[in-house]
């Protein structure tokens, strides 16, 4: 319904911060793990690590740190660390190789996480059961020197099971998956925008590799890629790949097509469909 649809960006909406799951910004087992139940309006707990390019200090005695990596490697997975990431680009991969909660910090900024310029700007690899990655901007600079996909999953382990939500997935570009590119395990992508991505190969917003194991949900999100050099918004093994109430260029596996009247901020606009989609 529309209160599914009008959060593909969610909480980073001042108008849409109510439409978020009770308020909480993150899945079941966090708030089971940190001591609350989810729906009931109560924000999660301080973070046990907050990136600010201005006040991070590398030392990190007030567990303020600059980089996002330095906070990533700094967190124990074992206590179901969450990382608050406040405004600004980020031109680093993010290599999430542990049980980590990465959020954006609510506001009218949303913080964007850029990549080296020769790597993905997010990476799950071995270790990232439970991971969740929530509120924020993954795009490439566009003169990237050797352009990557803006999300990468190279899990090895089928078992391991990752989310992404609340997330602009935006002017990527690599041979498979200008967006999102699955190895192996199960990523949930949830209330996300892939828009303006492109792959010279296949899978301009997403591509599953035919000779891994990977399982991708999509729900309430929108793929709309119609420059991408592939044609294609989904490839690989689409059979892996379950797509719900979702607007997808093209109608692709099952999505509901037609424009989706974005905003240039990637909002949707009162003529978008995905209003209006049960």
């Excluded at 109560?42 to 990136?51: G, L, M």
């Excluded at 041979?175 to 992508?189: A, E, M, N, P, S």
């Amino acid at each position: 319904g529309v209160g599914e649809w009008t959060r593909a960006l969610g909480w980073q909406r001042p108008d849409a911060a109510s439409e978020d799951y009770g308020g909480e910004r993150g899945p079941n087992i966090y708030g089971d793990k940190l001591g609350f139940s989810l729906g009931d309006g109560q924000d999660f707990p301080a973070p046990t690590a907050i990136v600010d390019q201005v006040a991070g200090d590398e030392s990190a005695i007030d567990n303020v740190y600059t980089t996002i990596t330095e906070a990533i490697n700094a967190v124990p997975s074992s206590a179901w660390p969450t990382i608050e990431v406040r405004p600004g680009t980020y031109p680093e991969k993010a290599y999430i190789n542990k049980r980590v909660a990465l959020f954006g910090q609510v506001g009218a900024v949303v913080p964007r996480i850029a990549g080296p310029g020769d790597d993905h700007p997010v990476y799950f690899s071995n270790g990232s059961e439970g991971a969740v990655v929530n509120g924020f901007v993954i795009q490439q600079d566009a003169n990237a020197p050797s352009p990557q996909s803006g999300i990468r999953g190279n899990m090895t382990s089928s078992s391991v099971e990752i989310r992404i939500a609340n997330c602009l997935v935006r002017g990527n570009s690599a041979q498979y998956g200008g967006g999102l590119r699955l190895y192996r395990g199960t990523i949930i992508v949830e209330h996300c925008t892939f828009l303006e991505n492109s792959a010279s190969a296949q899978g301009d917003a997403v591509y599953i590799n035919n000779d891994g194991s990977g399982t991708l949900l999509i729900r309430n999100s929108i793929l709309w890629n119609p420059a991408g050099a592939s044609g294609q918004e989904i490839a690989g093994q689409t059979y892996h790949v379950d797509v719900e109430a979702s607007l997808v260029r093209n109608g692709e596996l099952g999505g509901v097509g037609g424009a989706p009247f974005l905003a240039p901020a990637a909002f949707l606009t009162i003529h978008s469909p995905a209003r209006n989609v049960s």
